[in-house]
Antibody
């Protein structure tokens, strides 16, 4: 069974930092690109970041560029999202998701999400 | 404000057919494939349709996807109470160099 389990969310003050983790099991972690996608309360989904299988390619949405850093540890089947200089508008549930591309792309496996609340 | 445009809500009665639209531009839907995700209350999104009209294993054939030009549509036939959920469309965007989503459509089964 494929599982993606996020952790690390919580309440943080504006300007603060938080590190999210996502542990993946049930698939060959080393061969896939993974993404972080977030959903603000009552809002739609927003792509945040992606990382290729060997960390060669890492991309960010403009809204988080320069503040967030995505990384992975293939030995631990884990993804990370280091979030610095947090703002109220970063408040959201953060999901990790596997990406596959076969001439078309899809996010086919998602974690259950972890809530990040940025508030004073 | 989302890059792809969806109606905020839709509704239907059990057994009915409903359709949810998703409008984009040449840099996303117009040139790339569309995915649809179903999000039941309090849960993570689940892949419902990929590559415009393909269903993952286990998704009932009551759910059908289509695309024309810069718009896409998700149709649900034989509506059931358990279909009550948020539905999100998504496509890769060449200009933004990443995936973009619609704002989501809340489907209510009356």
């Amino acid at each position: 069974e494929v599982q993606l389990v996020e952790s690390g969310g919580g309440l943080v003050k504006p300007g603060g930092s938080l590190r999210l983790s996502c542990v993946v099991s049930g698939l060959d972690f080393n061969t896939y690109t993974f993404n972080w996608v977030r959903q603000a309360p009552g809002k739609g989904l927003e792509w945040v970041s992606s990382i290729s299988s060997s960390s060669t390619f890492i991309y960010y949405a403009e809204s988080v560029k320069g503040r967030f850093t995505m990384s992975r540890d293939n030995a631990k089947n884990s993804l990370y999202l280091q979030m610095n200089s947090l703002r109220a508008e970063d408040t959201a549930v953060y999901y990790c998701a596997r990406e596959v591309y076969y001439g078309f792309w899809k996010f086919d496996y998602w974690g259950q999400g972890t809530l990040v609340t940025v508030s004073s | 404000q989302s890059v792809l445009t969806q109606p905020p809500s839709a509704s239907g009665t059990p057994g009915q057919r409903v359709a949810i639209s998703c409008s984009g531009s040449r840099s996303n839907i117009g040139s790339k494939t569309v995915n649809w995700y179903q999000q039941l209350p309090g849960t993570a999104p689940k892949l419902l349709i990929y590559n415009n009209d393909q269903r993952p294993s286990g998704v009932p054939d009551r759910f059908t996807g289509s695309k024309s030009g810069t718009s896409a549509s998700l149709a649900i036939s034989g509506l059931q109470p358990e279909d009550e959920a948020d539905y999100h469309c998504a496509a890769w965007d060449d200009s933004l160099k990443g995936p973009v989503f619609g704002g989501g459509t809340k489907l209510t089964v009356l």
